[in-house]
C-alpha cells in the first residue's frame, strides 16, 4: 500500500516474483520501434535527404549545465555545458558537426535581461558538451539562460533555450555574511560536550531575522550553509520543502553551501527569515540511553546565510546573516544522525518563523567557521521521493500498535494524532526485524542485544485537536514501527517517508524471469537507501562512506542512476582525507579513525581494497560519462596513494588489510579466509597501476603512462612468479576470489586463461553453485565470467534459493539486499555491498555496455548473452549520449535482437553468429546499407552502427545453423 508520489519505487518482495508471464515485459516495449511481436520485421527507413537529417538535430534534449538541469548555485566560472540530441527511430547515422551556445542575462547579472553575455560563436565539433578554457563574465547570486543551435555540415537548425542557471557565490571575498550561532565561541564544555556520555541532548536552536523589501523585486536569491542540517523558512514558508539539507564533509576542510530562488516567498514590505539547525555529522552526541555508532563534535551547530534580492528599479538589497539576527532554543530536544529526534511541540510559538513580536528571543553569536571552504552542493539533495502507508498489525500485550511498511527502506515516520493532551509522549520505534512476541528487534540496525537499543522518535504533544509531526533533521532504515504512549483510536495515520538522494534514474532492467528481476528490485532498493551526499554501507548502524563499494559497484551506481557529481563529491571527501603520506582512509569523510590501541592504523582503517577507490572509483566515472575532469581533479592525489600503496610492498607484494571482507569460509565471516592478504592486496595494486597507465593517456601524459605501464608489468610479473600455480592453474589458494581476480584484471597468461577459467567454474560447482567470494572477490567472479561469456554460471548462481544467494535473502523475507549472504538478524537488513550482479544483469544478460576507455571501437558496446531459461530481456540506459536501448526475445530455435541508439553516436553489436546467418529486419545483412562488418569469426560477428532503430534475428547459439529467408 502506498501514496501515488512515486509508487513504481517500491514493491514487496512477494509483488517482486509475482504477476509476471513469460512473455510480458513491463518495460521492453516502450521506446523501442520495431520490437513488435511476429516473427517477420520490416527494414526501417533510410534516413533520406539533408533536410531530413536537419530535422533531426532542431530538437536538442537532456541539456544540462554542471551535470543537472537548470540548476540553482554553481560556483564556477568555467561551467559545462551538455546536451544530447532528439531524432526520430528511423532516421539513422545522424550526427552533429557544429553547434553555437549563447549565454544571456536574467535577473541580477548586471547587464539588461537578454543581453548576451557570452557566444562562442560556431563551434566545429560533434561532441556534445562544451567546457569554456577561460572564465565566463558571470556574477554571484545571478539567473543566467542558454541557448543551443545546432550545426548538420549544411546549416544551423533554430536556437532554442536549453536550460537556465544560477550562480552561488563565485568568490570567496563575495561573502558578506557571517557565521552564527546561539552560543558564542568557546562556551562551556557542557553545552555541547562529546567526549563522554551526557545525559540528555542539546536543544535545537531557532533563528530569525526580520527584514524589510522596500519596493517591488524581481528576483531574490538565497545561498545557505546550516550545520549540521537545516530548514529555512521566508515568511512562514519552507525554502526547501523536505529536504534533509546539508551535505556531509570534513567541515575543516569544506562545507556545502545550497542556493534557492525564493522570488516567490518574499513580498514589499515586512518579511521574516527563519532557520532551524539540527546536529547531523556536525555534532554527534553521545547521551544516555541512546544509540550512537560514534561521537565526535566540529562544534554547536551554526549557519551563514546570504539573501541577494534585485529590485525592478534595479538596486539590490543584501541580506546577510550576522549578530543581528536572533535566536532561542527551539522544539528539537535531540537531534541525533544515529539515535534519532525528540519533538517538543509545546516549544514551537505560532510566530517564531514570521516577522512578529522579539518576545523570548536573544541576540545570535557572531562565530568562527568550522574552517573549511564554502562549495556549492551540485549533488542533488536529499528528499522525500514516496510516501507509503502503513499496515496494521495486531496489537501488542502491552497496548503497543505496529505498523508494517511491507519493504525496508530509508527514511523517516510522519504520525497523524488526534486528542492528545498537552505533554503527552509518543515514542516510535523503528526496526527492520520483529522478535518472537512481535515486538521491534533493532539488532540488525545497531550491531547490538537483540530487541530497543536506543534509537527512536520521541514527539511530545502540545495539544491540538489533531497534530502532524515527522522528524526533521535524521532519518534511518527501517520496515516495521512500533508506536508507542497512546491508545489506537489516538491513531489517525503513519506513514513512511522516503528519503534518498534525488539522484535522476537512468536505467531499466527487466527479464522473462521474475526470480532475476526480483534480484535486480532487491539491490536497487538497497542502492537507494545509501544514497546520500555519499554512498552509506547502510542507512542505520554506520551511515559511513566506506571506499570498496564506489568502484566494485560502481557499475550498479552509475547504470541504475545519474550519479556523477556524487562521485565528484565523494573524490573531494577521499582528497580531504588522504594523509601527507598518500594513504587513503577506509571511509570518506573520515568521521572515525579505527585506530589499534597502540594509535597505529588497523586494518579497517587502512586496506588497499579500500583506499584504492581514490584511483578506481574516478576511473569507473570517466568510463561511465567520458568526462576527463575527474581524472584531471584527482591526478595528483592519485600518484600520490598508488606511490604509497607500492611503499607498502615487501618483496614485491602488498599484504595487509582486510582483504576479501565477508568471504564465507569455516569461521564468521568477517577479515578474508580463503583468499590471502598478498593476492588482493597486490592485485589491487596492480589494477591501480593499470589503470593510472590508462589514465595518463588519456591525459596526455604520455611519459607518466609508459611508467605506469612498465609497473604495472612488473607487478603482474611478481603476482605470476609468487602467487601463480602453473600445475595446477590456480592463483594463491585456488578461490574463487582469487581466480577470479586474475581472469578479470588481465594477469592471467593468455596460454593458461582457459585452465584458470576451468578451475573457476569448478569451485563454484563443487558449492552446489553457491558463491564463496567476499565483498571483494565477487566483483572478479562476475566480471570473470561475462568476459568468457559464461552466464549460465551465473544464472546457476542466481537461481539458488538457499543460503548463501540473493533469492535465499528473499525467501527469508528480505526486501532490500542484506549485509551477509545468508540474512543473519545480526548484521544489517538494507546493505549496499554486495549488489555487484547488477553488471550482468546489463553488461552481460541484456549486452548492454558504455566504456568511454575502450580502445577499439566507439563507447557503446552491444553484446547479448543468451541463456537457456530465459525467453525475454530489456535494459536500457540514459546516458551522457542520449538513451541507449538493448532487448532480445528467443523462441522456435531464434532470437530477435533489437537496438536503438541515440542520435550523435554509433556502436558496436556483437552477434553470436557468423555473419551468413544474420537478418537485418526482413532482409540478410549485407543489405543493410546501414550497418557495416568490422570483425568476423567463426562463432560471432561484430557490427557498427550508426544512431537509429535496428533489428536482427540470428539463430539462438549452439542450435543449428540454417540460413534465414
Known amino acids: ?536 554501507d547502510c542507512p542505520h548502524r554506520e551511515k559511513l562512506g566506506w571506499l570498496e563499494q564506489i568502484y566494485l559497484n560502481a557499475a550498479t551506481v552509475n547504470i541504475n542512476r545519474n550519479a556523477v557529481t556524487l562521485y565528484e563529491k565523494m573524490a573531494g571527501d577521499m582528497r580531504a582525507a588522504q594523509r601527507s603520506d598518500g594513504m587513503v582512509p577506509s571511509i570518506a569523510p573520515e568521521y572515525a579513525k579505527f585506530l589499534n590501541e597502540d594509535g597505529t592504523d588497523s586494518p579497517f582503517r587502512d586496506s588497499p581494497e579500500w583506499g584504492s577507490a581514490i584511483i578506481l572509483g574516478p576511473w569507473t566515472v570517466y568510463r561511465s560519462y567520458g568526462d576527463t575532469g575527474i581524472l584531471r581533479q584527482n591526478w595528483a592525489a592519485m600518484v600520490r596513494y598508488v606511490d604509497y600503496l607500492a611503499g607498502r610492498a615487501k618483496d614485491g607484494l602488498v599484504a595487509y588489510g582486510l582483504g576479501d571482507w565477508f568471504d564465507i569460509g569455516p569461521r564468521p565471516s568477517g577479515v578474508a579466509q580463503l583468499t590471502s592478504l598478498e593476492m588482493t592486496g597486490t592485485a589491487t595494486l596492480f589494477a591501480n597501476l593499470d589503470a593510472m597507465a590508462q589514465m595518463a593517456k588519456i591525459l596526455g601524459k604520455d611519459a607518466e603512462a609508459r611508467g605506469f605501464a612498465a609497473r604495472a608489468a612488473a607487478t603482474r610479473a611478481t603476482i605470476n612468479a609468487r602467487l601463480y600455480h602453473p600445475a595446477s592453474g590456480n592463483y594463491d589458494r585456488g578461490s574463487q576470489a582469487a581466480n577470479a581476480m586474475a581472469l578479470a584484471l588481465g594477469l592471467a597468461p593468455a596460454s593458461d586463461r582457459a585452465h584458470i577459467l576451468a578451475n573457476l567454474i569448478a569451485a563454484i560447482r563443487v558449492t552446489n553453485n553457491h558463491v564463496t567470494a567476499g565483498d571483494i572477490g565477487f566483483h572478479y567472479v562476475v566480471r570473470a565470467l561475462i568476459d568468457a561469456q559464461r552466464g549460465d554460471v551465473l544464472y546457476d548462481m542466481l537461481t539458488r534459493t538457499d543460503a548463501p544467494s540473493y533469492l535465499a535473502q528473499i525467501e527469508a523475507g528480505a526486501t532490500a539486499l542484506t549485509e551477509a549472504w545468508d540474512s543473519t538478524r545480526g548484521k544489517s537488513q538494507n546493505h549496499f555491498m554486495l549488489g555487484h550482479i547488477e553488471q550482468w544483469f546489463y553488461g552481460g544478460l541484456a549486452g548492454l555496455n558504455l566504456d568511454f576507455s575502450r580502445q577499439n571501437g566507439p563507447p557503446i558496446l552491444l553484446a547479448p548473452q543468451y541463456i537457456s531459461g530465459v525467453t525475454e530481456v530489456s535494459a536500457s540506459l540514459q546516458s551522457v549520449l542520449g538513451k541507449i536501448e538493448c532487448c532480445w526475445r528467443a523462441g522456435r530455435g531464434r532470437m530477435q535482437i533489437s537496438a536503438a541508439l541515440p542520435s550523435g553516436c554509433s556502436a558496436h553489436l556483437k552477434l553470436p553468429v557468423p555473419r551468413r546467418y544474420i537478418i537485418s529486419g526482413s532482409l540478410p545483412l549485407d543489405h543493410d546499407r546501414h550497418v557495416a562488418v568490422v570483425e568476423e569469426d567463426s562463432g560471432y560477428t561484430v557490427l557498427k552502427m550508426g544512431s537509429g532503430a535496428y533489428n536482427f534475428h540470428v539463430p539462438i547459439p549452439g542450435s543449428t545453423y540454417s540460413r534465414f529467408g
Open 1 to 536: 500500500m502506498r501514496r501515488a508520489d512515486s509508487a513504481s519505487e517500491h514493491e514487496t518482495g512477494a509483488e517482486m516474483m509475482a504477476g509476471r508471464t513469460a512473455t510480458g515485459l513491463t518495460t521492453s516495449r516502450r521506446g523501442l520501434a520495431g520490437w513488435i511481436a511476429g516473427a517477420g520485421i520490416t527494414a526501417m527507413a533510410p534516413a533520406g535527404t539533408a533536410m531530413a537529417r536537419r530535422a533531426a538535430l532542431t530538437l536538442p534534449e537532456g541539456c544540462t549545465v554542471e551535470w543537472r538541469r537548470n540548476p540553482l548555485g554553481i560556483d564556477t566560472r568555467r561551467p559545462r555545458f551538455r546536451w544530447t540530441l532528439q531524432s526520430a527511430p528511423e532516421q539513422h547515422d545522424v550526427r552533429q558537426a557544429g553547434f553555437r551556445i549563447r549565454v544571456f542575462a536574467q535577473a541580477g547579472a548586471g547587464k539588461p535581461v537578454g543581453t548576451v553575455v557570452f557566444d562562442t560563436g560556431f563551434v566545429r565539433s560533434d561532441t556534445l558538451a562544451w567546457t569554456s578554457p577561460r572564465d565566463l563574465p558571470l556574477v554571484s547570486q545571478a539567473g543566467y539562460e542558454w541557448r543551443l543551435a545546432l550545426h548538420d555540415g549544411t546549416a544551423f537548425g533554430p536556437e532554442v533555450m536549453a536550460g537556465m542557471f544560477v550562480t552561488g557565490i563565485l568568490d570567496l571575498d563575495g561573502w558578506r555574511a557571517g557565521w552564527i550561532a546561539a552560543q558564542p565561541d568557546g562556551a562551556a564544555p557542557s553545552d555541547f560536550e562529546t567526549a563522554r556520555k551526557r545525559a540528555i541532548g542539546s536543544v535545537m536552536p531557532l533563528f530569525r531575522h526580520d527584514f524589510a523589501v522596500p519596493s517591488a523585486m524581481t528576483a531574490a536569491y538565497l545561498s545557505i550553509a546550516g550545520l549540521g542540517h537545516h530548514a529555512c523558512l521566508l515568511n512562514g514558508r519552507s525554502v526547501q520543502g523536505d529536504d534533509l539539507s546539508g551535505g556531509w564533509t570534513d567541515f575543516a576542510t569544506s562545507v556545502l553551501y545550497d542556493t534557492y530562488d525564493v522570488t516567490a516567498l518574499l513580498k514589499s514590505g515586512s518579511n521574516a527569515i527563519a532557520v532551524m539547525l539540527g546536529n547531523g555529522f556536525f555534532n554527534v552526541e553521545d547521551v544516555a540511553g541512546r544509540y550512537t555508532k560514534l561521537a565526535r563534535s566540529s562544534g554547536p551547530p551554526r549557519l551563514i546565510a546570504q539573501l541577494r534580492i534585485v529590485l525592478a528599479d534595479g538596486r539590490e538589497q543584501l541580506v546577510a546573516s550576522s549578530a543581528d539576527w536572533r535566536a532561542r532554543p527551539g522544539p528539537i530536544t535531540y537531534s541525533s544522525i544515529y539515535g534519532g529526534e525528540d519533538f517538543d511541540a509545546r516549544r514551537v510559538g505560532n510566530d517564531w518563523s514570521v516577522a512578529a513580536t522579539t518576545t523570548g528571543w536573544t541576540g545570535a553569536h557572531q562565530v568562527a567557521g568550522p574552517g573549511g571552504r564554502l562549495v556549492a552542493n551540485g549533488v542533488p539533495t536529499v528528499t522525500r521521493t514516496d510516501r507509503l502507508t502503513g499496515t496494521p498489525m495486531p496489537q501488542l500485550g502491552n497496548g503497543n500498535l505496529r505498523h508494517d511498511f511491507g519493504i525496508n527502506f530509508a527514511g523517516r515516520p510522519r504520525i497523524t494524532l488526534r486528542r492528545l493532551r498537552s505533554g503527552q509522549v509518543v515514542t516510535l520505534w523503528p526496526g527492520e526485524l520483529l522478535l518472537a512476541d512481535g515486538s521491534i528487534d533493532q539488532q540488525s540496525m545497531t550491531e547490538l542485544r537483540p530487541g530497543r537499543n536506543g534509537l527512536y522518535f520521541r514527539y511530545i504533544a502540545c495539544g491540538d485537536a489533531e497534530e502532524t509531526w515527522e522528524p526533521r533533521f535524521t532519518y534511518t532504515g527501517f520496515r516495521y514501527m512500533e508506536i508507542e504512549g497512546i491508545a489506537a483510536d489516538q491513531l489517525v495515520e503513519v506513514e513512511g517517508c522516503v528519503l534518498h538522494a534525488d539522484l535522476a534514474r537512468t536505467g531499466s532492467f527487466d527479464c522473462s524471469d521474475p526470480r532475476l528481476v526480483a534480484v535486480h528490485k532487491l539491490i536497487e532498493r538497497a542502492l537507494v537507501s545509501n544514497m546520500t551526499s555519499v554512498l552509506t
